[in-house]
C-alpha cells in the first residue's frame, strides 16, 4: 500500500515538475503561474494578502477573457511536491461538484483547511468541519430544527415576529426621541452593528430559548464575538503550525485580550445550553439525547456562522435598496399594508424575494464553497462536457465572480447586466419559465451539503428588510461600496445610510402615524 501511494506520488511530482496538464477529459482548466504581472494578488494566501480574498480568487482569471474554451473559466495552479488547486467560476462545473459532494465513496469532501481556524476556535466534531459518517450523523440530528417545515409553523414563525416587533419598537422610540430631540428629519447610521444585534437577539431568544436584554448583547457579545471571527481568519493563515494561543497569550497582549474575547464566547455559549432544559425555542425538535458537552462545539458554530450569515444577507440586501429608490417603493408597496407578517405574506411578497435573490446572486455570503477530491472523480456536465480531477485536488468554487459574469447571468442571457443590482431579472427568468437549476446563485451552496441554515437565514432576513422599508426611506451615504471579505462579505462601509422615518399618510396628524406605525410594525 505504501508503495503504490509512493509511486503514485512520484508520478504526481513528475507531471509537476514537467507542467504537464494533471487533468483530463474534453474540459481541461489552464494552469496559473505563479509570477505574472499586472494581476492582484498572487494566488494562494499568505501574511499580507489574505485580508482581500476576492483579489486572491481574482488572480486566477488573468487573461481569461481571451480563452473560449474550458480554461476560460476553471484554472489550476500547483507546486511541485503539493496538492493541487483548481478554481472553477462555472456554475455548471460548481453545481457538478456540490451535487456530488456527500459522505457516499468516491465523493468529494469538504474541504477543511480553509476552516482550520474554525476548527480550533470551536472543535473538529461539528457539522461545518465534519466529513463521511460525522457529517451525516449531524445532519440528521439538525435537520428537524432548521427546516422548512419548524421554522415556518405559525408558532414558531410568529415568536420570531414578536421578538423583532419588539426590538423594532424600542430603537424605534429611541430614534424618535433622538430626532424630536435634535430637531433632524434625516440621520446617518451604520446599519451592521444593529442588524447584528438584532439576528443576534432572534437566534438567541427564539431558537434557543434564552433570554439576554438586547444592550447586553449588543455592548458585550457582539463586540467579543466581532474579534473571535477575525481572529479565526487570521488564524487560518498565520498560525500555521496551530500553536496554542494560551502559550502565546503569555508572549502577545493581542492574544490575552482575544483569549478574554474567547472567553465571553464561552459564557454565551453555555447560556444557550442552559436552556436546554426549559424546553424553549425550538430545543424540542432537536432529535439528540447528546449530552451538552456533545453539542457545545456545533453551538459555537451556529452562533458565529448564522450571525455572520444573516447579517451579511441584510446589511447587503439594504445597501443594494439604498441605492435603488424605485425599488425601495415597489417593495414599500407590498408590506405598507401588512401588519402581522405571516409565512404566507412573505411568501407573495414578489417584489421583496426577487430583490433578496438578486442580492444573494450579486453578493453571496459566502464567497466561495471549499471542497477535495478524495479519489480521481469523473464529473459530467449537461452539455457534454467532462473533467476528471486528481485525487487530492482542493477545489475553491468561487461563487463570486461565477455569478457576475456575463457569460453566465449578463445581457444575452437574463436581459440585464451581470455586475448590476437588478431584481427583475428573477421577474423576467419566471416569464420565460426558464428552469430554476439553470440558474442557481449559490447563495446558499447546494446540494446534500446545502447550508442547513437556509430556511432560518430567509426567515429572518424578510423579516428585517420588509419591516426596514416600511419605517423608513433610506439613501446611500456613498455612491459604489467595496466588499470586505472575511468569513463572510459585507458592505465595506457597514451599510452606511441616511435614512428618515416615512411621512405620515393624508389625513393623519404625525403622532397619529407614529402610533400606527408602533401598532402595525
Avoid at 482569471?61 to 474554451?69: L, P, Q, T, V, Y
Avoid at 484554472?75 to 457516499?104: K, N, Q
Wanted: with cysteine; proline share 5%.
Amino acid at each position: 500500500m505504501f508503495r503504490v501511494a509512493g509511486l503514485q506520488h512520484l508520478a504526481r511530482l513528475g507531471k509537476q515538475c514537467f507542467l504537464i496538464n494533471p487533468f483530463s477529459g474534453n474540459c481541461k482548466p489552464q494552469r496559473v503561474p505563479l509570477l505574472r504581472l499586472h494581476r492582484p494578488s498572487l494566488p494562494f494566501p499568505h501574511p499580507w494578502n489574505y485580508r482581500r480574498p476576492i483579489e486572491i480568487l481574482e488572480s486566477y482569471f488573468g487573461g481569461a477573457e481571451r480563452d473560449n474554451g474550458c480554461g476560460r473559466h476553471n484554472r489550476y495552479f500547483e507546486l511541485p511536491g503539493m496538492y493541487t488547486v483548481l478554481v472553477t467560476r462555472d456554475p455548471a462545473v460548481i453545481r457538478a461538484i456540490l451535487t456530488e459532494t456527500g459522505d457516499r465513496e468516491g465523493q468529494f469532501d469538504r474541504d477543511t483547511l480553509p476552516s482550520i481556524g474554525i476548527a480550533r476556535a470551536t472543535g473538529e466534531d461539528t457539522l461545518l468541519f465534519g466529513n463521511g459518517a460525522l457529517w451525516r450523523r449531524q445532519r440528521q440530528v439538525s435537520a428537524s430544527p432548521f427546516g422548512k417545515t419548524a421554522l415556518f409553523q405559525v408558532d414558531v414563525f410568529m415568536e420570531f415576529e414578536s421578538t423583532f416587533r419588539n426590538t423594532v419598537l424600542k430603537r424605534l422610540a429611541e430614534l424618535r426621541r433622538h430626532m424630536l430631540q435634535t430637531g433632524v428629519s434625516r440621520l446617518q447610521v451604520q446599519l451592521e452593528p444593529e442588524i447584528k444585534a438584532v439576528m443576534l437577539e432572534m437566534l438567541v431568544e427564539c431558537f434557543f430559548g434564552a433570554k439576554i436584554e438586547y444592550e447586553e448583547l449588543r455592548n458585550v457579545y457582539i463586540p467579543a464575538l466581532e474579534r473571535v471571527i477575525d481572529h479565526i481568519v487570521r488564524d487560518t493563515v498565520v498560525n500555521r503550525l496551530g500553536v496554542s494561543r494560551f502559550l502565546l497569550a503569555k508572549f502577545s497582549r493581542r492574544y490575552a485580550e482575544i483569549n478574554r474575547d474567547f472567553a465571553t464566547f464561552d459564557e454565551l455559549t453555555e447560556r444557550m445550553l442552559s436552556a436546554r432544559q426549559s424546553g424553549r425555542g425550538l430545543w424540542k425538535r432537536l432529535r439528540t439525547e447528546a449530552p451538552d458537552d456533545a453539542l457545545r462545539s456545533n453551538i459555537k458554530v451556529f452562533l458565529a456562522g448564522a450571525l455572520e450569515a444573516t447579517t451579511s444577507f441584510a446589511t447587503w440586501a439594504i445597501s443594494h435598496l439604498a441605492r435603488n429608490e424605485s425599488w425601495q417603493e415597489r417593495i414599500y408597496a407590498e408590506v405598507e399594508a401588512i401588519a402581522d407578517y405571516s409565512p404566507e405574506q412573505l411568501d407573495g411578497a414578489h417584489s421583496l424575494n426577487a430583490a433578496l435573490e438578486e442580492t444573494l446572486r450579486l453578493t453571496p455570503s459566502l464567497y466561495f464553497l471549499p471542497r477535495r477530491a478524495s479519489v480521481n472523480t469523473r464529473i459530467e456536465l449537461p452539455d457534454g462536457r467532462e473533467m476528471v480531477i486528481p485525487r487530492g485536488t482542493h477545489i475553491l468554487l468561487d461563487i463570486w465572480h461565477a455569478n457576475r459574469h456575463e457569460d453566465h447571468w449578463g445581457v444575452a442571457i437574463t436581459g440585464y447586466s451581470a455586475d448590476e443590482f437588478a431584481p427583475e431579472r428573477w421577474h423576467a427568468l419566471a416569464e420565460r419559465k426558464a428552469r430554476t437549476k439553470e440558474f442557481l446563485h449559490f447563495g446558499f451552496g447546494h446540494g446534500p451539503r446545502v447550508c442547513p441554515g437556509k430556511h432560518l437565514g430567509q426567515l429572518e432576513v424578510a423579516l428585517v428588510v420588509g419591516v426596514f422599508v416600511k419605517l423608513f426611506r433610506f439613501r446611500n451615504v456613498h455612491a459604489t461600496c467595496g466588499v470586505h471579505a472575511g468569513v463572510s462579505t459585507k458592505p465595506a462601509d457597514g451599510a452606511l445610510v441616511e435614512l428618515e422615518l416615512r411621512p405620515p399618510s393624508a389625513g393623519m396628524t404625525t403622532e397619529s402615524q407614529w402610533q400606527e406605525i408602533l401598532r402595525d410594525v
